[in-house]
């Protein structure tokens, strides 16, 4: 499966945008979808995770309340809802397959090593 994240912009603080991960070459029926984001210099970072039917989701505590995952199986994409952005947010968004989502105790409960599929990302900003 070929993913390609889209949706990003330039937003003011507090502002939303909502993110899209289509799917092509195959279905998504069968895949968790985890998103991910980077700045230059460090690692990337994973900050949710739907598993394949939609019925758990996950989510990093910096952005759990703020951030929505979801998906649409019929049209093979998922979506990354982002709410009362802030400048932090600023990064790359990248979405990524898995069997299933992988969460971890701790600081980054995601880990990119398990997922794969990784498409082209798309840029957030969020100015103060």
């Known amino acids: 499966v070929q993913l390609q994240a889209s949706g990003g912009g330039l937003v003011q603080a507090g502002g939303s945008l909502r993110l899209s991960c289509a799917a092509s070459g195959s279905t998504l029926d069968y895949s968790a979808i985890g998103w991910f984001r980077q700045v230059p210099g460090k690692k990337r970072e994973g900050v949710s995770c739907?598993?394949?039917?939609?019925?758990?989701?996950y989510y990093e505590d910096s952005v759990r309340g703020r951030f929505t995952i979801s998906r649409d199986n019929a049209r093979s994409t998922a979506f990354l809802q982002m709410n009362s952005l802030k400048p932090e947010d600023t990064a790359v968004y990248y979405c990524?397959?898995?069997?299933?989502?992988?969460?971890?105790?701790?600081?980054?409960?995601?880990?990119?090593?398990?997922?794969?599929?990784w498409g082209q990302g798309t840029q957030v900003t969020v100015s103060s």
């Open positions: 990524a397959a898995a069997r299933r989502c992988h969460f971890y105790s701790g600081r980054n409960p995601f880990r990119a090593a398990d997922f794969g599929s």
């Open positions: 739907i598993s394949s039917n939609g019925g758990s989701t």
